[in-house]
């Protein structure tokens, strides 16, 4: 990062002087050239390279519209070739010529800048060779990239990752390569869309497009929502919706953990402070919206990121408000999202096996379906039955599939709840949540959640011994020891066991989470804690049965019973729901 635009506001030399950006098409990519910009040659020797990696900085000075490319690009190489004073008082050495290969300006004009074949220059330490340097003019740590330039920037990075054959898994920020906040907070967190072409659309990115947007244009709208309604490049959905002037957003309904995603106990009405929107909790005294709550509703949309587990709440309340949106009258929209631990793993017992799928309990723990196809099954399932069923709108995903894992889609991870840290916490989640049922910690209060078995009675090694001898894929186990905090990455949490104890734990090792069943290790880890520590182990019979949906699974590890015969009855279970699954997969 270099302030090259103190220059600008220090210097009265220039002159009116201005070039109009050349028109970019869909066909080609517009580029100012040098001459075009009058550039001067090079004042010294530049190290030749062959361009293999695209990096993105930028100006760090804020944007500057009223001054044309021309005058900016000027000034720069002026500040560039010279011995020139920095905002820290020292001074940079000059250098040969501008230090960035490419300049994207306010107006979304592309410029030429140091020949693409020789190295550039920063004033941080890092190896510049093979790098490619693309510069956007402004400080996005507290401005945000203009929609012209954004588009810009994608159509050079698809134009040089072509012409130069650069993996697009190459493009990083300046702070990746330095120690530096360059390119800026709000830049930054949009790189990895230049990253993949064919990344997953979420159903948000097509709510605003035709056919979608005419069920929700001239309309009241109600949205479920939380932190992860956003759209990959930062927006939130609450914030579209609402600064829209063809939609009338008028309710918001926040599940658990609140509309911020930052509450780890029961919900309570509020008030959304960047709206003035008033913010019904769905995870309070009410998980079901009543008639009230949608009087000034015309349209209900659920826009939430889950995890692909039957206990985690978020699929019960899509479920309670569709329900809602069939009693009332009120059309429903499912904006789709990918399952974060793929859709080729389906496993665990059923509450009522052999039953229509017209309600959570009657899906297995891991279902492998997306929200919009539950939401799908969960409504034509209880249309065959005569029950109410919503008049129902999925927004679908594009380029998704089933074996994918959310980090193969290309779209960031936002913690969809305090404890759900990672995509490694929510593949171990089926197992290790199990562990709530019992008085061992599973981890909770730590930044690794759900990724521990620990009790201050547990002896580590041992432990470790009896779940080796299950010869479990895809997951190995190491001797460790926590403290449990009640402050989570920022988040306090409810009170984890055996709060401010250090205490000894076994740590789970993901080795390969495509042959790893989360749901049968589960089984093993409570029935080694059985087996090893009888006396010490307590079953919070409630919790346990209403994770496991099957009181009979508790009563037969409490017998010492043979996980293995445990595992397949359930097996048998699942035959019946993959067929009706498969009726409403949609990727």
Request: with cysteine; proline share 7%; glycine share 6%.
């Amino acid at each position: 990062m270099i302030n090259i635009f103190k220059f600008i506001f220090l210097t009265a030399i220039f002159s009116t002087l201005s070039v109009s950006a050349q028109n970019m098409s869909e066909s080609e990519l517009a580029i100012t050239k040098r001459e075009d910009w009058n550039a001067k040659n090079p004042v010294m020797e530049m190290k030749p390279h062959k361009p293999q990696f695209i990096t993105i900085h930028h100006t760090g000075m804020p944007q500057k519209p009223e001054f044309s490319t021309k005058e900016k690009l000027l000034v720069l190489q002026n500040f560039s070739q010279n011995d020139s004073p920095m905002a820290d008082g020292s001074i940079k050495k000059a250098w040969p010529d501008v230090p960035y290969h490419f300049y994207v300006a306010t107006n979304g004009e592309i410029a030429e800048g140091r020949d693409i074949n020789f190295q550039g220059d920063s004033n941080t330490d890092y190896d510049l060779e093979g790098h490619v340097l693309i510069v956007v003019e402004g400080n996005f740590n507290k401005e945000k990239v203009l929609p012209r330039q954004w588009e810009s920037l994608k159509k050079l990075v698809s134009y040089i990752s072509s012409k130069y054959d650069i993996s697009r898994e190459t493009i990083s920020g300046h702070k990746d390569q330095a120690e530096t906040t360059c390119p800026g907070q709000d830049l930054y967190r949009k790189l990895f869309l230049l990253k993949n072409e064919n990344r997953v659309k979420i159903g948000a990115e097509n709510l605003f497009e035709e056919p979608y947007f005419q069920l929700i244009k001239d309309k009241k709208i109600g949205l479920i929502t939380n932190h992860t309604g956003v759209l990959p490049e930062g927006e939130h959905l609450v914030d579209l919706l609402h600064e829209n002037p063809k939609i009338k957003l008028t309710t918001l309904f926040g599940p658990e953990h609140g509309i911020r995603g930052e509450e780890d106990t029961h919900v309570s009405d509020s008030k959304d402070i960047k709206t003035g929107l008033p913010i019904i909790s769905l995870y309070g005294k009410n998980r079901k919206p009543s008639p009230k709550m949608l009087q000034n509703t015309e349209v209900l949309i659920f826009d939430i990121q889950d995890i692909g587990v039957r206990f985690y709440t978020y699929i019960s309340t899509m479920l309670l408000a569709m329900e809602a949106a069939a009693e009332n009258n009120i059309p429903f929209i499912v904006l789709d999202r990918p399952n974060p631990i793929s859709g080729n793993y389906i496993d665990g017992p059923i509450g009522k096996p052999n039953h229509p799928v017209t309600q959570i309990d009657n899906l297995p723990i891991t279902h492998g379906m997306t929200v919009g196809e539950l939401a799908t099954m969960f409504n034509e399932e209880r249309k065959n039955k005569n029950l109410p069923y919503a008049s129902l709108t999925v927004v679908p995903l594009k380029n998704y599939s089933h074996k994918q894992w959310y980090d193969e889609t290309g779209l960031p991870w936002i913690k969809p709840s305090p404890n759900m840290l990672n995509l490694t916490t929510a593949t171990l989640y089926p197992a290790t949540c199990l562990l709530e049922g019992t008085n061992v910690s599973e981890g909770r209060g730590t930044l690794q959640p759900f990724e521990y078995i620990a009790a201050p009675w547990i002896n580590p090694e041992e432990l470790i011994a009896q779940l080796k001898t299950y010869n479990l894929e895809g997951i190995d186990f190491e001797s460790s020891q926590f403290t449990p905090n009640k402050m989570v990455d920022g988040i306090e949490i409810y009170s984890p066991k055996f709060m401010d104890e250090e205490i000894p734990a076994v740590e789970l090792i993901l080795t390969d989470r495509d042959k790893f069943k989360s749901v049968e290790a589960g089984i093993y880890i409570l029935h080694a804690l059985q087996k090893l520590y009888p006396k010490e182990l307590e079953w919070r019979e409630e919790r346990l049965d209403g994770l496991l949906k099957n009181p009979e699974i508790r009563k037969a590890l409490e017998a010492g019973e043979n996980p293995k015969r445990i595992i397949e009855e359930w097996k048998k279970d699942l035959e019946f729901f993959n067929i009706r699954r498969t009726e409403y997969l949609m990727y």
